[in-house]
């Protein structure tokens, strides 16, 4: 009898997987478990409901221990965010990625927010491919990064991952940042996108997955995930990302199921497919919970998810290395300074947003004097906000991480008003763009509608067809409005460049502009301590009426 049953075992070890006896034993479960838009934050943090890398890395070596074959993904803007990355360039993002077992990512604008060159040189430390098939070199037209990848898995499954990465990267990151590279958009990008699809079945791969930098935000249109999908079969899974949404038990769109994970690392999606159907879900450090009863109040404890604790410890002491070096204070603040995107920094004014508005108009005015008479900078650059209390630099990279520096330009009030106009134009839709403002009093009517006029070159915003129909200028410079002066405003160096929707400010720029070398922490750190002795008090309480939003 033992003889027939060895028999019958190596009968069965050599038909593999043709053989009857080998097609009777089901395949394991193939597991997709993905990530979007972490923006640096790597370690657990039960508090803020973080997951951290740690966690992840357990939970992906959990379900191979099971004998499932698994598959862990990005969807980009990973490698920005927080200090223990920022300070790096992105650098420790990927060692991050590379200790919790990642299987492919694909990049977001923010990994060009320290510049393609950067970015490969970080992308060739990565223990595994970045995808994106749309990023092109503009002179002689061949991808940056690999297009696609096929994952031949311990089940016998073959999957098939490509890459997009948003066109709005040309003015998301600084355009000095993206020289000598374009982004494929519109039909282009659908018609790549279908042939990108195409080889992957051609290779023979079972699914078809897309990792989407794209994003589902209206001000993404006609580039979103949905938009691909609606000219794009054979995709079966699209992993999405730049919009934060979050999906709990993903979104089917015709044939493919959409699934994100909303921002910072809060949950980990989790993707579970039988060779037939796929089922969607969110893994996150919260599943468990309990009260406690201290000083006869209860509190609610948080229970982090199972920790790797060879990745946590080396996770936590990268970035204790970063933390001693920025935790000092240097300066208070009594009232809370809101950096909430939305309502926030990018529908409306905030007390943040005028603060960091006047600290730039202030550093450039010690640059250059008291011709400097205005500033503007866009609310997607505020990234956080800074609670009551001691303020470290720690706080100050975290809010303002991008290394912008302070810039002066001239303008014309005609090129002004485009650009007020422009940055407003989904308003009261949340948009990066929206512009904070010191020296300008404005008003942004949203019962009028916005109508594009031509779209600006290189980048995937319209100009406006008639500016001034939403925006009315009040005052710059404490002085009425003119459409034909000349104003000397001060900004960042990004909206300078004509990033964001600020084009109008591009031309200016490249003929008058003047980088002042003041980094915008420094700026910020600089006027707390010299303007307001160490302390922000009730002046930032609230708002100073500087936008009004007609709604």
Same mark, same amino acid.
């Given at each position: 009898?033992? /003889?027939?049953?060895?028999?019958?075992?190596?009968?069965?070890?050599?038909?593999?997987?043709?053989? &009857?006896?080998?097609?009777?034993?089901?395949?394991?479960?193939?597991?997709?478990?993905?990530?979007?838009?972490?923006?640096?934050?790597?370690?657990?943090?039960?508090? $803020?409901?973080?997951?951290?890398?740690?966690?992840? $890395?357990?939970?992906? /070596?959990?379900?191979?221990?099971?004998?499932? $074959?698994?598959?862990?993904?990005?969807?980009?803007? $990973?490698?920005?965010?927080?200090?223990?990355?920022?300070?790096?360039?992105? /650098?420790?993002?990927?060692?991050?990625? =590379?200790?919790?077992?990642?299987?492919?990512?694909?990049?977001? =604008?923010?990994?060009?927010?320290?510049?393609?060159?950067?970015?490969?040189?970080?992308? +060739?430390?990565?223990?595994?491919?970045?995808?994106?098939?749309?990023?092109?070199?503009?002179?002689?037209?061949?991808?940056?990064?690999?297009?696609?990848?096929?994952?031949? @898995?311990?089940?016998?499954?073959?999957?098939?991952?490509? %890459?997009?990465?948003?066109?709005?990267?040309?003015?998301?990151?600084?355009?000095?940042?993206?020289?000598?590279?374009?982004?494929?958009?519109?039909?282009?990008?659908?018609?790549?996108?279908?042939?990108?699809?195409?080889?992957?079945?051609?290779? %023979? &791969?079972?699914?078809?997955?897309?990792?989407?930098?794209?994003?589902?935000?209206?001000?993404?249109?006609?580039?979103?995930?949905?938009?691909?999908?609606?000219?794009?079969?054979?995709?079966?899974?699209?992993?999405? &990302?730049?919009?934060?949404?979050?999906?709990?038990?993903?979104?089917?769109? %015709?044939?493919?199921?959409?699934?994100?994970?909303?921002?910072?690392?809060?949950?980990?999606?989790?993707?579970?497919?039988?060779?037939?159907?796929?089922?969607?879900?969110?893994?996150?450090?919260?599943?468990?919970?309990?009260?406690?009863?201290?000083?006869?109040?209860?509190?609610?404890?948080?229970?982090?998810?199972?920790?790797?604790?060879?990745?946590?410890?080396?996770?936590?002491?990268?970035?204790?290395?970063?933390?001693?070096?920025?935790?000092?204070?240097?300066?208070?603040?009594?009232?809370?300074?809101?950096?909430?995107?939305?309502?926030?920094?990018?529908?409306?004014?905030? =007390?943040?947003?005028?603060?960091?508005?006047? *600290?730039?108009?202030?550093?450039?005015?010690?640059?250059?004097?008291?011709?400097?008479?205005?500033?503007?900078?866009? +609310?997607?650059?505020?990234?956080?906000?800074?609670?009551?209390?001691?303020?470290?630099?720690?706080? @100050?990279?975290?809010?303002?991480?991008?290394?912008?520096?302070? &810039?002066?330009?001239?303008?014309?009030?005609?090129?002004?008003?485009?650009?007020?106009?422009?940055?407003?134009?989904?308003?009261?839709?949340?948009?990066?763009?929206?512009?904070?403002?010191?020296?300008?009093?404005?008003?942004?009517?949203?019962?009028?509608?916005?109508?594009?006029?031509?779209?600006?070159?290189?980048?995937?915003?319209?100009?406006?067809?008639?500016?001034?129909?939403?925006?009315?200028?009040?005052?710059?410079? %404490?002085?009425?409005?003119?459409?034909?002066?000349?104003?000397?405003?001060?900004?960042?160096?990004?909206?300078? *460049?004509?990033?964001?929707?600020?084009?109008?400010?591009?031309?200016?720029?490249?003929?008058?502009?003047?980088?002042?070398?003041?980094?915008?922490?420094?700026?910020?750190?600089?006027?707390?301590?010299?303007?307001?002795?160490?302390?922000?008090?009730?002046?930032?309480?609230?708002?100073?009426?500087?936008?009004?939003?007609?709604?």
């Amino acid at each position: 009898m033992k /003889k027939i049953l060895s028999l019958l075992l190596v009968l069965a070890l050599l038909l593999g997987t043709t053989g &009857a006896l080998a097609a009777e034993a089901p395949k394991a479960k193939l597991y997709i478990l993905h990530t979007n838009d972490v923006h640096g934050r790597a370690v657990a943090d039960p508090a $803020a409901g973080i997951l951290g890398y740690a966690a992840i $890395a357990q939970y992906k /070596k959990d379900l191979e221990a099971a004998g499932n $074959a698994v598959l862990l993904l990005d969807a980009g803007d $990973a490698s920005q965010g927080t200090p223990v990355v920022n300070l790096e360039m992105g /650098k420790n993002g990927i060692a991050f990625m =590379n200790l919790a077992g990642y299987d492919a990512m694909t990049p977001g =604008n923010h990994e060009f927010d320290w510049g393609v060159d950067n970015l490969k040189q970080i992308a +060739g430390e990565a223990k595994f491919p970045i995808l994106s098939a749309n990023i092109l070199n503009t002179i002689g037209g061949e991808t940056v990064f690999e297009a696609n990848k096929v994952f031949e @898995m311990s089940n016998g499954m073959k999957v098939g991952v490509f %890459g997009l990465t948003t066109p709005e990267t040309l003015t998301k990151a600084h355009p000095d940042k993206v020289r000598g590279i374009d982004f494929l958009q519109g039909d282009a990008l659908m018609e790549l996108a279908q042939k990108q699809v195409d080889e992957l079945k051609a290779a %023979g &791969a079972d699914i078809v997955v897309l990792l989407s930098h794209l994003g589902s935000a209206e001000e993404s249109a006609p580039n979103r995930s949905q938009d691909l999908l609606e000219k794009v079969t054979g995709i079966n899974l699209l992993i999405d &990302a730049h919009s934060h949404t979050l999906y709990e038990k993903g979104e089917t769109i %015709g044939e493919t199921l959409v699934v994100s994970t909303g921002s910072y690392g809060k949950y980990l999606g989790v993707v579970e497919y039988d060779g037939e159907k796929m089922a969607a879900s969110l893994f996150s450090s919260l599943g468990k919970s309990a009260q406690a009863e201290v000083d006869g109040a209860l509190y609610s404890v948080l229970l982090t998810a199972k920790l790797d604790e060879e990745v946590n410890a080396e996770i936590n002491a990268m970035v204790k290395k970063v933390n001693d070096e920025l935790s000092k204070a240097f300066a208070k603040t009594e009232v809370l300074l809101n950096g909430e995107r939305d309502p926030g920094n990018r529908t409306e004014e905030t =007390n943040l947003g005028d603060f960091a508005a006047d *600290a730039i108009l202030w550093a450039a005015q010690q640059a250059l004097g008291d011709k400097v008479i205005a500033a503007v900078t866009n +609310g997607g650059g505020i990234r956080a906000s800074i609670q009551v209390g001691d303020i470290t630099m720690n706080d @100050m990279k975290t809010v303002f991480p991008f290394g912008n520096e302070v &810039a002066v330009l001239d303008v014309t009030g005609a090129e002004l008003l485009e650009a007020l106009e422009a940055a407003t134009f989904s308003t009261p839709k949340a948009v990066g763009a929206f512009p904070q403002v010191a020296g300008i009093v404005f008003t942004v009517d949203t019962t009028k509608a916005y109508e594009n006029g031509e779209q600006y070159p290189d980048s995937t915003y319209y100009k406006p067809l008639n500016p001034g129909t939403r925006v009315a200028i009040e005052s710059v410079g %404490g002085q009425p409005f003119d459409l034909e002066a000349i104003y000397t405003i001060a900004t960042n160096d990004f909206t300078a *460049a004509g990033g964001d929707t600020y084009y109008a400010f591009r031309y200016p720029n490249a003929t008058s502009g003047y980088k002042t070398g003041v980094a915008l922490e420094d700026a910020l750190v600089n006027y707390v301590t010299t303007v307001l002795g160490g302390v922000v008090g009730e002046t930032y309480a609230q708002p100073q009426g500087r936008i009004t939003v007609v709604k």
